[in-house]
């Protein structure tokens, strides 16, 4: 390379020095090729890339006590310093596309530093910090992120005739109890079917064989399955022992029909009925009665107890909702208000169908009548109404499910459907279609996956709508398990 002429005014400077000089602008050169060069007298190959670093001053002139001067015409070029770095060199310092010199020691730095710190590719060109608009290959789309849905058969497991069954509002003569015993109603009798081995056997003989008019109206097991509450449309209820196989006791308060039962606990239970009153039972008790919430204008059409057994929910044929508190009340005293925690009074028409959600405290599920046909979620612990769905037909019953957070409803006029809604959205997930009357009855099986439906058209339906409880609890219990 040939070394620039230096003006007459500049020729007093010692030739021994060294010239930092930068290529002119009429030589246009490829990018690769801009950088900075070092020139020497005569010694070329002490300053050769290999043994120098272009960046640093060199061992020799440090050693040397020998002022250095700069030429003028470098400070001109660079005001505020000795030397002049074009941007073009620093801004592609990481680029493997542009270097100013080719050093095996710093090509080997950054190799390692692109490869495990910037991850940068050979093939493109990068420069740091720069905003990459694709999605990382972690990150996954909302569609990849979903849930795959459950699939749902819209056909019944298994159809059982029911010959007498009532197609009555205002009873419920359907349950599936703990011990996977099914109590049913049929005309003036009450029989019990046991899944496991599919017989069926007579529980109780006619109350009274000369009066054709009586039968029995609603019936519930309790939480552990051993007693089963059978109310009488004569205003008796009877208890049946399991373990005993035998009546265990029976009273009679009321002399007009009760229409639905609830088990708080093994012990306790409430009914309502159709003069009005609702009657909290205990069974260690004498006579059972501990005292009567009074508070409906109409008949009782349905009851609840909520899962700590707290809170007590009834509908009636008045069009409301109470919701009683059922600790912290005096009995003693005769103003029954005080029990009283909450009156809805949202519905146009009769109110039959009641359900808590197990999975979220205070929440309160109801279905309005063939005038109504909505269902209402409230939370009992606000005191409000948190949304309302149409339904187009009339709510018989409800359930919500332990498994999954989804709700089950019964209907009847006019499309006759069990429908499964998914909570808190309340969209609907499927309907069932396979009855021809109102669906007026609904059960669970003791592991929540199976639903048991009644209706007008004398059949009982079996659907298997949700996942196995048993085989979820066996798999968490492995996962605990793992040897770690």
Known sequence: MQQEQIPQQQQNVTPKKYQLTTPTKDKKQNKTNQSTTI??????????PKNVNPWKTPKSLLKSNHKQNTPDHCIQASPYSDRYIPLNVSRNLFNKQIQPFEIEEE???????????????????????????????????????????????????KVLDAPGLEDDFYQDTLHWGKNNL???????????????????????EPIN?????????????????????????DGSLKLWDYNKNSFNGS??????????????????????????????????????QIFQLLGHTQ????????GNELQLASGGNDNKVFVWQMRGGNSNNNNNNQYISWEIKSHKAAIRALAWNPNSCGILATGGGNQDKTIKIHSSLTNQQITSINCDSQVCKLRFSK????????????????CLWQY?????????????????????????????????????????????QVSNNISSLFSMCEIR
């Open 39 to 48: 020139q020497s007298p005569k010694n070329n190959d002490f300053y050769s």
């Open 299 to 306: 008949e009782v059409c349905g009851v609840t107890f909520d």
């Open 209 to 233: 064989n000369n009066e054709l008019s009586a039968y029995y109206t609603s019936l519930q097991w309790n939480t552990n399955g051993q007693l089963l509450a059978i109310g009488c449309c």
């Open 182 to 204: 099914i109590a049913v109603g049929l005309q003036r009798c009450v029989y019990l079917y046991n899944v496991d081995n599919s017989k069926v056997f007579q529980l109780a």
């Open 403 to 418: 498994i999954v957070n989804e709700l089950v409803s019964t209907h009847g006029y006019e499309k006759n459907l069990v």
């Open 107 to 157: 090509n080997q730095y950054e190799e390692l530093l692109s490869e495990n710190v910037l991850e940068i590719d050979e093939n493109k060109h990068v420069s740091i910090l720069n905003f990459n608009k694709q999605k990382h290959d972690k990150v996954q789309s909302s569609k990849q992120l979903e849930t795959p849905k459950r699939k749902i058969d819209t056909l019944p497991i």
């Open 424 to 468: 808190p959205t309340m969209k609907r997930v499927n309907q069932l279609e396979g009855h021809s009357e109102r669906v007026l009855y609904l059960s669970a099986s003791p592991d929540e996956s199976t639903i048991l439906t009644g209706s007008g058209d004398e059949t009982l339906k079996f659907w298997k709508i949700f996942p196995s």
């Open 251 to 288: 009273m009679n308060l009321s002399n007009k029909r009760i229409s639905t039962i609830s088990w708080a606990n093994p012990n306790i239970f409430a009914y309502g009925s159709k003069d009005k009153t609702i009657s909290i039972c205990d069974v260690r008790v004498p006579n059972y």
